[in-house]
């Protein structure tokens, strides 16, 4: 779809409080969509549907099933034995999302008619996606387009779309033309082997049918033997609709419907498709496949839309009910956290035919493989949510645990399982064994994962029947790779292995294997011993199935009590590996794509040669086993690592988070608490078009729980030590802990638990026992209050601050009132200050004697524009307000940072005629956000591009709207103006001229508004 030209008509949409249960996005440009589909996708865990337009045929645009990879070889000009074959990749099945429009003859294409508004919206509550387009067409005719769907829960793959269009203006027949489209291909394999496949067949048709009842499409793969039906059903209102015809098209089945439309009226589809699938060369018949598909279909027609939309609420009740969140005063972080939640939930596989893949179901990066971030991320995140679903995730890999046996026989291993280290159907898929097949970690991440699930769950049925074995094949591969070295007195040592770590490959002794190895040691050699005696008969028979002998358990205990952990001792950290601290480190990169790693820029050589992570390795075996571990020596090493880490893994930031939150770097873990939060809402990586982060995301809930939350998990045992970001008046989260459910609400006072459901809980609360019976409710101060933290930046606003802009404001908007003949007065004035553009039009036009269309508000808006930059054209440094230049000057010469936050789109522009630019660190103009002030969007994004927590930051503005952004950012608020007009500030200061900043700096620890206050209030 090609509509360049038409989306610069879309009027900026009216600033709207956020909502943190609605995500809405309204960019009409083609070069977003990529990502917009991948952020509104949809999925149950076997079926994921990306959140393009029904009417558009959108490139990337795609529906996959869990269950639906093609496999095909690996090339090699030089194939050494135990290199991986093949490889699977999950490749876009038939899209059942397809609805093309015709007016009389003429077909509906959207790029060639005028975007009046769009909006797209995801309702977190409901998991239901939806969205508006009122568009015309090239002869005038006015549309308006709402569609809505879902993709059910409690279905294996059921797909319902409820799809309306009504007439503004239009007058005559409609068509509305339903498909299953096969066009669709995996994507190529380019320059980045991040996405893109070589795909050695795919998907061809075998079977297809078109009637007025139902249409379905057969395909089967070439090599992987998988066959997939899908079929789609309609139901409709006959007064509305006639089915005209049903054919085959070049590229699947299309079913027909015709109606009339007059001005006011419109019609409604609702389509129905389901997909069934059959397992890899299994024997199922396609009739079977045909019966399941419409079994499914059958009964989503008879319970209808709503039914099952309300059904899908209920069970996205359960998961907010256990997530139980809020966030007191940053509802846009809030909203972050539960879109993340909702992406993680609705990926995770029901059936353990299949766990989290890096992407979900959201797009096709990674191929759809799964990786060890499923168990280290992913399943730590649902454990106390949905713990069903962190269930399913282990029982993929034991059903995977045959192959994972072969894999370890592929690498010489005799006895043992171990786990690919990208994978769809168990089999390695990995063609670079260095950063791929050497990464045995994998095996520690599982059973790590293990070993939370059966102690937050209580699960010891799973632990029997599914989790020992997993534990005892997959603990053998370490006794391996690893021996007892005589020259380290005796110290097991691990050799050839790669960690996290992929900017550092094939080394000796590599610190978080080795930390990991020793936790995943011990559990299985602790299980091996609690299964004997829970359950002697079936230990015994698990014993000699797997020849296990309680020689080979104590050589587990004993490798483990000698693992190889040395600690530097000059630096006092612990050396990623063994030769990791002898290397250079890497130089900074000159210029290029901030956004593009490392590995698409240099020879892995090259990369290996130099001290430097691509994401946190060392840290994150202190975040995952680092319970003996000293708060000191933690810091130490948080300082050292975070020097040479570039953080080009989207996994990295949340273990950052988690432990500069636990050793007291309260500004860094809010930085890297935002990095993980907003990776894909923002893009922060570039590639959230190919699919969205999952691990990323479930570190989001990770970073609030661990980090701020203070939540380990240890010898079974839970803690907790809750503290509260400056950011933040409060937050709440619950967990679900061994059938009870903890409710966790932090306050500025101190931390309140309540026990919402079960019996009883025990946990502990900065290391002190403590036991909730049902019902129960205990309030704790806060044991220490840590210090506030300094002030490291200073956000201006521009208008009325820097510059005198106001009064040129003021001239254009007067001007475009006496054009237009609407009031203008000192109090719609004042009410302007600080407002954006439109929100400022909307001010102006509410006392308008006629009302006004989109278009012609985008064209006023348009003429105000361009009446101010006929003044600012003559603009030059003498246009600075006093003291200017001199207070922003000032704070940077104190070591702060400076930002502009303006709701004028002009601003980059203003600045550098005032002949200013250059001192400041970053802009955000109101071509950046969505919100206008009061909303603090704009004060939060100027610190979030500082990389600076909103607590440590100062904001300086000249109207009430400002001043109320700037306090609701959590930020301190300076006042230049008037008190009676600025009474919400913190300090009201005459001008600049008065501005000190060693006034707001006191000692290294706090702003000091009070003393500034005391001197400098404006009575």
């Given at each position: 779809?090609?509509?360049?030209?038409?989306?610069?008509?879309?009027?900026?949409?009216?600033?709207?409080?956020?909502?943190?249960?609605?995500?809405?996005?309204?960019?009409?440009?083609?070069?977003?969509?990529?990502?917009?589909?991948?952020?509104?996708?949809?999925?149950?865990?076997?079926?994921?549907?990306?959140?393009?337009?029904?009417?558009?045929?959108?490139?990337?645009?795609?529906?996959?099933?869990?269950?639906?990879?093609?496999?095909?070889?690996?090339?090699?000009?030089?194939?050494?034995?135990?290199?991986?074959?093949?490889?699977?990749?999950?490749?876009?099945?038939?899209?059942?999302?397809?609805?093309?429009?015709?007016?009389?003859?003429?077909?509906?294409?959207?790029?060639?008619g005028e975007w009046l508004e769009f909006e797209r919206a995801l309702d977190l509550r409901s998991g239901c996606y939806r969205r508006h387009l009122r568009w015309r067409s090239p002869e005038g005719a006015t549309l308006e387009i709402d569609a809505e769907r879902i993709v059910s829960l409690d279905a294996p793959a059921l797909l319902a779309i409820r799809y309306r269009v009504r007439s503004v203006d239009y007058h005559g027949p409609i068509t509305l033309e339903s498909s299953l489209s096969t066009a669709r291909d995996a994507v190529e394999q380019g320059d980045d082997p991040r996405i893109g496949t070589r795909l050695d067949g795919g998907f061809s048709t075998?079977?297809?049918?078109?009637?007025?009842?139902?249409?379905?499409?057969?395909?089967?793969?070439?090599?992987?033997?998988?066959?997939?039906?899908?079929?789609?059903?309609?139901?409709?209102?006959?007064?509305?609709?006639?089915?005209?015809?049903?054919?085959?098209?070049?590229?699947?089945?299309?079913?027909?419907?015709?109606?009339?439309?007059?001005?006011?009226?419109?019609?409604?589809?609702?389509?129905?498709?389901?997909?069934?699938?059959?397992?890899?060369?299994?024997?199922?018949?396609?009739?079977?496949?045909?019966?399941?598909?419409?079994?499914?279909?059958?009964?989503?027609?008879?319970?209808?839309?709503?039914?099952?939309?309300?059904?899908?609420?209920?069970?996205?009740?359960?998961?907010?009910?256990?997530?139980?969140?809020?966030?007191?005063?940053?509802?846009?972080?809030?909203?972050?956290?539960?879109?993340?939640?909702?992406?993680?939930?609705?990926?995770?596989?029901?059936?353990?035919?299949?766990?989290?893949?890096?992407?979900?179901?959201?797009?096709?990066?990674?191929?759809?493989?799964?990786?060890?971030?499923?168990?280290?991320?992913?399943?730590?995140?649902?454990?106390?949510?949905?713990?069903?679903?962190?269930?399913?995730?282990?029982?993929?890999?034991?059903?995977?645990?045959?192959?994972?046996?072969?894999?370890?026989?592929?690498?010489?291993?005799?006895?043992?399982?171990?786990?690919?280290?990208?994978?769809?159907?168990?089999?390695?898929?990995?063609?670079?064994?260095?950063?791929?097949?050497?990464?045995?970690?994998?095996?520690?991440?599982?059973?790590?994962?293990?070993?939370?699930?059966?102690?937050?769950?209580?699960?010891?049925?799973?632990?029997?029947?599914?989790?020992?074995?997993?534990?005892?094949?997959?603990?053998?591969?370490?006794?391996?790779?690893?021996?007892?070295?005589?020259?380290?007195?005796?110290?097991?040592?691990?050799?050839?292995?790669?960690?996290?770590?992929?900017?550092?490959?094939?080394?000796?002794?590599?610190?978080?294997?080795?930390?990991?190895?020793?936790?995943?040691?011990?559990?299985?050699?602790?299980?091996?011993?609690?299964?004997?005696?829970?359950?002697?008969?079936?230990?015994?028979?698990?014993?000699?199935?797997?020849?296990?002998?309680?020689?080979?358990?104590?050589?587990?205990?004993?490798?483990?009590?000698?693992?190889?952990?040395?600690?530097?001792?000059?630096?006092?950290?612990?050396?990623?590996?063994?030769?990791?601290?002898?290397?250079?480190?890497?130089?900074?990169?000159?210029?290029?794509?901030?956004?593009?790693?490392?590995?698409?820029?240099?020879?892995?050589?090259?990369?290996?040669?130099?001290?430097?992570?691509?994401?946190?390795?060392?840290?994150?075996?202190?975040?995952?086993?680092?319970?003996?571990?000293?708060?000191?020596?933690?810091?130490?090493?948080?300082?050292?690592?975070?020097?040479?880490?570039?953080?080009?893994?989207?996994?990295?930031?949340?273990?950052?988070?988690?432990?500069?939150?636990?050793?007291?770097?309260?500004?860094?873990?809010?930085?890297?608490?935002?990095?993980?939060?907003?990776?894909?809402?923002?893009?922060?990586?570039?590639?959230?078009?190919?699919?969205?982060?999952?691990?990323?995301?479930?570190?989001?809930?990770?970073?609030?729980?661990?980090?701020?939350?203070?939540?380990?998990?240890?010898?079974?045992?839970?803690?907790?030590?809750?503290?509260?970001?400056?950011?933040?008046?409060?937050?709440?989260?619950?967990?679900?802990?061994?059938?009870?459910?903890?409710?966790?609400?932090?306050?500025?006072?101190?931390?309140?638990?309540?026990?919402?459901?079960?019996?009883?809980?025990?946990?502990?609360?900065?290391?002190?026992?403590?036991?909730?019976?049902?019902?129960?409710?205990?309030?704790?101060?806060?044991?220490?209050?840590?210090?506030?933290?300094?002030?490291?930046?200073?956000?201006?606003?521009?208008?009325?601050?820097?510059?005198?802009?106001?009064?040129?404001?003021?001239?254009?908007?007067?001007?475009?009132?006496?054009?237009?003949?609407?009031?203008?007065?000192?109090?719609?004035?004042?009410?302007?200050?600080?407002?954006?553009?439109?929100?400022?039009?909307?001010?102006?036009?509410?006392?308008?004697?006629?009302?006004?269309?989109?278009?012609?508000?985008?064209?006023?808006?348009?003429?105000?524009?361009?009446?101010?930059?006929?003044?600012?054209?003559?603009?030059?440094?003498?246009?600075?307000?006093?003291?200017?230049?001199?207070?922003?000057?000032?704070?940077?010469?104190?070591?702060?940072?400076?930002?502009?936050?303006?709701?004028?789109?002009?601003?980059?522009?203003?600045?550098?005629?005032?002949?200013?630019?250059?001192?400041?660190?970053?802009?955000?103009?109101?071509?950046?956000?969505?919100?206008?002030?009061?909303?603090?969007?704009?004060?939060?994004?100027?610190?979030?591009?500082?990389?600076?927590?909103?607590?440590?930051?100062?904001?300086?503005?000249?109207?009430?709207?400002?001043?109320?952004?700037?306090?609701?950012?959590?930020?301190?608020?300076?006042?230049?103006?008037?008190?009676?007009?600025?009474?919400?500030?913190?300090?009201?200061?005459?001008?600049?001229?008065?501005?000190?900043?060693?006034?707001?700096?006191?000692?290294?620890?706090?702003?000091?508004?009070?003393?500034?206050?005391?001197?400098?209030?404006?009575?």
């Amino acid at each position: 779809m090609d509509h360049h030209e038409t989306a610069s008509v879309m009027p900026p949409a009216r600033s709207r409080p956020c909502d943190p249960w609605l995500l809405i996005r309204r960019q009409s440009n083609p070069s977003a969509f990529a990502q917009d589909e991948s952020l509104f996708a949809l999925s149950n865990g076997s079926l994921g549907v990306r959140g393009g337009l029904e009417e558009d045929d959108s490139p990337s645009q795609g529906c996959f099933l869990a269950g639906a990879w093609e496999r095909a070889p690996i090339e090699y000009h030089e194939r050494f034995p135990g290199f991986a074959a093949h490889t699977d990749t999950r490749v876009p099945v038939t899209d059942g999302t397809r609805i093309h429009l015709r007016l009389g003859d003429t077909p509906v294409r959207l790029g060639e008619g005028e975007w009046l508004e769009f909006e797209r919206a995801l309702d977190l509550r409901s998991g239901c996606y939806r969205r508006h387009l009122r568009w015309r067409s090239p002869e005038g005719a006015t549309l308006e387009i709402d569609a809505e769907r879902i993709v059910s829960l409690d279905a294996p793959a059921l797909l319902a779309i409820r799809y309306r269009v009504r007439s503004v203006d239009y007058h005559g027949p409609i068509t509305l033309e339903s498909s299953l489209s096969t066009a669709r291909d995996a994507v190529e394999q380019g320059d980045d082997p991040r996405i893109g496949t070589r795909l050695d067949g795919g998907f061809s048709t075998c079977d297809a049918r078109a009637e007025e009842d139902h249409a379905y499409v057969m395909q089967r793969t070439a090599h992987s033997g998988i066959r997939v039906a899908c079929m789609q059903r309609h139901a409709y209102d006959t007064e509305q609709l006639d089915f005209r015809l049903a054919n085959l098209a070049p590229h699947g089945v299309m079913q027909v419907y015709e109606g009339q439309l007059a001005p006011g009226t419109a019609v409604v589809l609702e389509k129905y498709v389901s997909y069934a699938w059959s397992a890899p060369h299994g024997e199922d018949t396609d009739a079977a496949l045909l019966d399941r598909a419409d079994a499914s279909l059958a009964q989503a027609r008879q319970q209808g839309y709503d039914a099952l939309l309300a059904r899908q609420a209920a069970m996205f009740d359960a998961l907010w009910r256990n997530a139980d969140l809020a966030v007191d005063g940053d509802p846009r972080t809030e909203q972050a956290l539960r879109f993340n939640l909702f992406h993680v939930f609705q990926s995770s596989s029901r059936d353990g035919h299949s766990s989290t893949a890096a992407k979900g179901l959201t797009g096709e990066g990674y191929e759809g493989h799964y990786f060890w971030d499923a168990e280290a991320f992913m399943l730590p995140a649902m454990v106390t949510l949905a713990p069903e679903l962190a269930r399913g995730m282990l029982i993929y890999r034991y059903r995977t645990l045959e192959r994972a046996r072969l894999h370890a026989r592929e690498l010489n291993h005799a006895r043992g399982a171990l786990y690919a280290w990208r994978t769809i159907s168990g089999d390695e898929c990995s063609a670079y064994f260095p950063s791929g097949s050497a990464q045995y970690h994998i095996n520690a991440a599982v059973a790590w994962a293990i070993r939370q699930y059966v102690d937050v769950s209580g699960d010891l049925g799973f632990l029997r029947d599914h989790g020992a074995e997993i534990l005892f094949e997959t603990a053998r591969i370490w006794l391996d790779i690893g021996h007892f070295n005589a020259r380290r007195n005796g110290a097991f040592c691990i050799h050839g292995v790669t960690g996290p770590d992929e900017y550092t490959a094939l080394v000796d002794n590599n610190h978080y294997t080795n930390r990991m190895a020793q936790r995943h040691l011990r559990d299985a050699a602790q299980v091996a011993r609690w299964l004997s005696e829970y359950d002697p008969r079936f230990f015994g028979e698990l014993s000699r199935r797997l020849d296990l002998e309680s020689f080979e358990v104590m050589q587990w205990l004993r490798a483990a009590d000698a693992m190889y952990l040395p600690e530097d001792s000059e630096l006092g950290i612990f050396p990623q590996d063994d030769t990791f601290l002898d290397k250079p480190r890497m130089p900074k990169r000159a210029h290029g794509d901030a956004k593009r790693p490392l590995l698409l820029e240099l020879h892995p050589l090259s990369i290996y040669r130099h001290q430097v992570c691509k994401q946190a390795d060392t840290l994150l075996s202190l975040m995952l086993a680092g319970d003996g571990v000293s708060r000191e020596a933690k810091r130490r090493n948080f300082d050292y690592y975070e020097g040479v880490t570039v953080h080009d893994s989207t996994l990295s930031a949340s273990t950052f988070s988690v432990i500069a939150a636990e050793v007291g770097e309260a500004d860094k873990a809010w930085r890297y608490f935002q990095d993980t939060l907003r990776v894909d809402l923002d893009d922060l990586h570039g590639n959230a078009a190919h699919g969205v982060h999952m691990a990323a995301m479930a570190g989001s809930w990770l970073a609030l729980c661990w980090g701020y939350g203070g939540v380990r998990i240890n010898h079974g045992q839970l803690s907790l030590a809750p503290r509260l970001p400056d950011a933040w008046h409060g937050y709440r989260f619950g967990l679900q802990w061994r059938g009870s459910h903890l409710r966790v609400e932090v306050s500025q006072t101190g931390v309140h638990y309540s026990l919402t459901r079960g019996d009883e809980v025990s946990f502990h609360h900065e290391g002190e026992l403590l036991q909730l019976r049902k019902g129960e409710s205990l309030s704790l101060p806060h044991r220490f209050a840590e210090a506030r933290q300094p002030l490291r930046a200073v956000i201006f606003d521009l208008d009325g601050v820097i510059a005198d802009t106001a009064v040129v404001h003021r001239a254009a908007w007067e001007r475009l009132a006496q054009e237009i003949d609407a009031p203008f007065d000192e109090v719609l004035a004042e009410r302007m200050k600080g407002v954006d553009r439109r929100g400022s039009l909307e001010i102006l036009l509410e006392r308008a004697p006629r009302t006004y269309s989109e278009a012609e508000k985008d064209e006023l808006g348009e003429r105000k524009n361009r009446y101010y930059r006929e003044q600012i054209g003559s603009f030059g440094p003498d246009n600075l307000l006093p003291g200017a230049r001199h207070a922003v000057e000032t704070t940077r010469n104190a070591g702060l940072r400076v930002a502009l936050a303006s709701a004028s789109r002009n601003a980059p522009l203003l600045l550098e005629r005032l002949g200013i630019a250059d001192l400041f660190d970053y802009i955000v103009d109101a071509s950046t956000i969505e919100r206008s002030k009061p909303d603090p969007e704009i004060f939060l994004a100027a610190a979030a591009g500082l990389g600076v927590a909103p607590a440590a930051c100062l904001g300086v503005e000249d109207a009430a709207a400002g001043i109320a952004s700037i306090r609701a950012a959590g930020m301190v608020a300076v006042g230049v103006g008037q008190r009676e007009v600025l009474g919400e500030a913190d300090v009201v200061l005459p001008g600049l001229t008065a501005f000190r900043i060693v006034e707001f700096v006191e000692d290294k620890n706090r702003a000091t508004a009070e003393r500034a206050e005391a001197s400098h209030i404006n009575t």
